[in-house]
């Protein structure tokens, strides 16, 4: 029984029913969910041993969950402390082309030391999720979980808690080798 009291403390902020994941520096001025949201390598253990090639958002991995309101305005600046160009595509999201996160098609992608402000009107609700489009960057771990809630407030199911499980595996070696093996 204790092992299964202590459990709790186990699981990331947003899936122990805490809606304020105080990772994210969530703020709502003005109409407008803000993020402030940086993007940095940081080493984490995994299966045992430290890995260097994490990378992360505000530090956690997978990222931390960016909850928004449908009818509000998005605005989430993201902030790249790599040494390599980075983006962030919104998954599933309607907005316009110049805010979908993908480098080369639809903006330069966010170099290093600056700080890119995806702003954009939330049109719909339900559950997402975002991710680099930036070389192998989502396979180390750039992803998160993104819920937009209804307008109205009102849920399509009743429920007691509501959980966030985003799933993945973990690639041991360098996804740049994995990919030629592909090939």
């Avoid at 993908?102 to 600056?114: N, R």
């Avoid at 975002?130 to 992803?143: K, N, P």
Wanted: negative net charge; aromatic residues 10%.
């Amino acid at each position: 029984m204790g092992l299964l009291a202590g459990f709790d403390s186990l699981l990331p902020a947003y899936a122990r029913g805490q809606l304020d994941n105080t990772n994210a520096f969530h703020t709502v001025r003005n109409g407008a969910d803000i993020y402030d949201l940086t993007v940095a390598r940081t080493p984490l253990k995994i299966g045992g041993t430290v890995s260097e090639q994490p990378i992360t958002i505000n530090g956690t991995l997978p990222a931390p969950l960016v909850r928004l309101k449908q009818g509000r305005e998005a605005i989430l600046r993201v902030t790249n402390t790599l040494p390599e160009a980075t983006s962030i595509h919104w998954h599933g999201l309607i907005l316009p082309y110049q805010m979908d996160g993908v480098p080369g098609v639809s903006f330069p992608g966010i170099m290093p030391g600056e700080t890119f402000e995806y702003r954009f009107p939330v049109e719909q609700h339900g559950t997402y999720w975002y991710h680099s489009h930036t070389g192998f960057q989502e396979q180390q771990g750039l992803y998160g979980p993104l819920i937009i809630d209804p307008a109205d407030g009102r849920e399509p199911y009743a429920y007691d808690r509501d959980v966030v499980v985003v799933l993945s595996d973990w690639p041991e070696s360098d996804p740049d080798f994995i990919y030629d093996r592909l090939k």
